[in-house]
């Protein structure tokens, strides 16, 4: 594909991304948070994944700028990249509406938090992740650019690794046996393999 139609496809994406998550942003911000694990790591990851999966790809799509590492990607790499990103946004705003009121941009716990087992989440216990995980694939499918292509999947990946097991243990303390037995039952990210 030419490089104006895989930009504008990008773009679609990127921004379909802001629609899904704008009404929960809406929404949580009238939820009073009760238990805060906003620690100066979790900011500089969000940060991190802030430049990796949005400054870089809007800095390769309006300028110039990144083009010394530009390299081509075949024609079906780039369709492989349109269905990623079709099925990174399905799961993206499933979670979201399967989570509602309890989601959190960071590691926080609600008023009124319950723990959600159902919907998308009786398969996996970070389908949000996976939508993200599969959404920075199509980063680096439909940006033919080392830079901006793999910055998304280097800083979400290294988020991944630092919040998860962290998220766990708050949840595991706020919902004990609860979240053991959910734990016992489903994997992360993938259904029965990850
Ligand atoms: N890790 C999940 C949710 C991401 S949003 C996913 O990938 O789908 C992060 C917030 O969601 C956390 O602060 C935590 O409070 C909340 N959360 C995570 N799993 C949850 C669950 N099963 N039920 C309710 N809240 C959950």
């Not at 590492?69 to 990249?81: I, S, V």
């Not at 989570?99 to 941009?105: A, D, F, Q």
């Not at 988020?159 to 037995?181: A, S, T």
């Amino acid at each position: 594909m030419d490089t104006l139609t895989l930009k504008i496809l990008y773009m679609i994406g990127l921004v379909s991304c802001f629609v899904i998550r704008f009404p929960h942003q809406k929404e949580t911000k009238t939820n009073q948070i009760v238990a805060n694990r906003r620690t100066v790591q979790e900011k500089i990851l969000l940060f991190l994944v802030y430049i990796g999966m949005l400054v870089l790809p809007v800095i390769y799509v309006f300028s110039p700028w990144l083009k010394v590492a530009d390299y081509e990607l075949p024609l079906w790499a780039n369709w492989l990249g349109v269905a990623t990103f079709a099925i990174a946004l399905w799961l993206f705003w499933r979670s979201h509406h399967d989570l509602g009121k309890n989601w959190s941009p960071t590691l926080e716990l609600r008023e009124g938090h319950t723990l959600i087992t159902y919907g998308i989440y009786q398969y996996i216990r970070h389908p949000m992740y996976t939508s993200i995980f599969l959404w920075c694939i199509a980063q680096a499918l439909l940006i033919p650019n080392w830079i901006a292509g793999s910055a998304g999947i280097v800083s979400f990946g290294i988020m991944y690794i630092l919040r998860v097991g962290n998220e766990e243990n708050m949840m595991l303390e706020q919902f004990g046996d609860d979240y053991k037995m959910y734990m016992g039952q489903t994997k992360r990210l993938v259904p029965y393999v990850l």
